[in-house]
T-cell receptor
């Protein structure tokens, strides 16, 4: 059974820092990995989707990398801002199941606080 | 496009009551899913559907029923609510198989007393 881990559970940094959020997964047979952002009391917003054949994806100040063989992904946030404060979740989709694109396995998330 | 919509936003039930959480999407997505989010547990899949008339169980299906009569709608029914079903429920959809993102609704916060 796939397990997704995100450590630490919470992170506090000063504004302007470049930071890396980590995600690890136990079964490397993934189809893709998706990073989400969740603001308090809100739904999930997709940030980046990396296919298993890709090494990284970029969107603005965000860069996500994927190393399937080691079961790891990182989300890099450049020049962090207070508006980046939120919970960041990673989720993987496996190859093996029918309808797998409707079934994601989530990590528990990292709650990021960026101090002004 | 409204995206994925969920109603109600908040609900309080007494133990034993039944109710239906509504989910609709206007993106013509084939795949739809229900997750629950609990503190310390993350998001867990309850039920999912790969198209109208097709549903299957996820990780935590007990106490919940679903049906999918149209592409747009995927309601989640609680048959006899229990305090253990107190949670935030999210509906999600994606285009289908392939390199497609999942899109999430805003959630329904359910409390069972």
């Amino acid at each position: 059974k796939q397990e997704v881990t995100q450590i630490p559970a919470a992170l506090s940094v000063p504004e302007g820092e470049n930071l890396v959020l980590n995600c690890s997964f136990t079964d490397s047979a993934i189809y893709n990995l998706q990073w989400f952002r969740q603001d308090p009391g809100k739904g999930l917003t997709s940030l980046l989707l990396i296919q298993s054949s890709q090494r990284e994806q970029t969107s603005g100040r965000l860069n996500a990398s994927l190393d399937k063989s080691s079961g790891r992904s990182t989300l890099y946030i450049a020049a962090s801002q207070p508006g980046d404060s939120a919970t960041y979740l990673c989720a993987v989709r496996g190859f093996r199941d029918t309808g797998a694109n409707s079934k994601l396995t989530f990590g528990k998330g990292i709650t990021l606080s960026v101090r002004p | 496009n409204a995206g994925v919509t969920q109603t109600p936003k908040f609900q309080v039930l007494k133990t034993g009551q039944s109710m239906t959480l509504q989910c609709a999407q206007d993106m013509n997505h084939e795949y739809m899913s229900w997750y629950r989010q609990d503190p310390g547990m993350g998001l867990r899949l309850i039920h999912y559907s790969v198209g109208a008339g097709i549903t299957d169980q996820g990780e935590v299906p007990n106490g919940y029923n679903v049906s999918r009569s149209t592409t747009e709608d995927f309601p989640l029914r609680l048959l006899s609510a229990a305090p253990s079903q107190t949670s935030v429920y999210f509906c999600a959809s994606s285009y289908g198989e392939g390199p497609y993102e999942q899109y999430f609704g805003p959630g329904t916060r359910l409390t069972v007393t």
